[in-house]
């Protein structure tokens, strides 16, 4: 059991074992700058980014587009290639494990007004630097504070 959520090196080499795909949706103001979608989680209500299991049926970047639409209500195109990761320590039944997040930036096109999660998230926009400040995992609030989109690779 991992306690205090310190953790040594040897944890973070046995314990990551599982991996998620995210997406982080992104859209442009009318000033041309750059604004992050955070949403909050269920349960502790902390500003995270849409998430779930990698399958065998769908790319990688098609589940974090898939996330995006269910815990957002944001549709857009994402990125093939991943634009970071960062470790996440999720807990199950009493279990913590640590779980690496593959990142694929999502260009949002559209914004829904209903959708599957939306009585249990909250949305947020914000800019790179403000989500940084907010968002839950430290290795995911170094990603937005960083993240500059190029056009050319959507």
């Not at 902390?46 to 990698?54: A, E, L, Q, Y």
């Not at 930036?105 to 599957?116: I, M």
Request: hydrophobic share 40%; with cysteine; aromatic share 10%.
């Amino acid at each position: 059991m991992i306690a205090n959520s310190v953790f040594s090196v040897a944890d973070l080499v046995t314990k990551t074992l599982n991996r998620q795909v995210a997406a982080l949706p992104f859209r442009y103001t009318s000033r041309g700058e750059t604004e992050i979608l955070l949403l909050t989680s269920r349960r502790a209500k902390r500003f995270i980014v849409p998430k779930g299991w990698p399958t065998e049926e769908l790319a990688d970047y098609d589940v974090a587009a898939q996330k995006a639409y269910e815990e957002a209500g944001v549709i857009g195109k994402a990125l093939h290639t991943p634009v970071g990761d960062y470790l996440h320590w999720k807990k199950s039944g009493g279990e913590a494990a640590c779980v690496m997040v593959d990142v694929y930036a999502l260009e949002v096109r559209t914004q829904l007004r209903k959708w599957p999660q939306m009585k249990r998230r909250q949305l947020s926009w914000f800019s790179p630097s403000d989500a940084s400040g907010v968002a839950y995992a430290p290795g995911l609030a170094e990603l937005v504070k960083n993240f500059v989109p190029s056009c050319t690779r959507f």
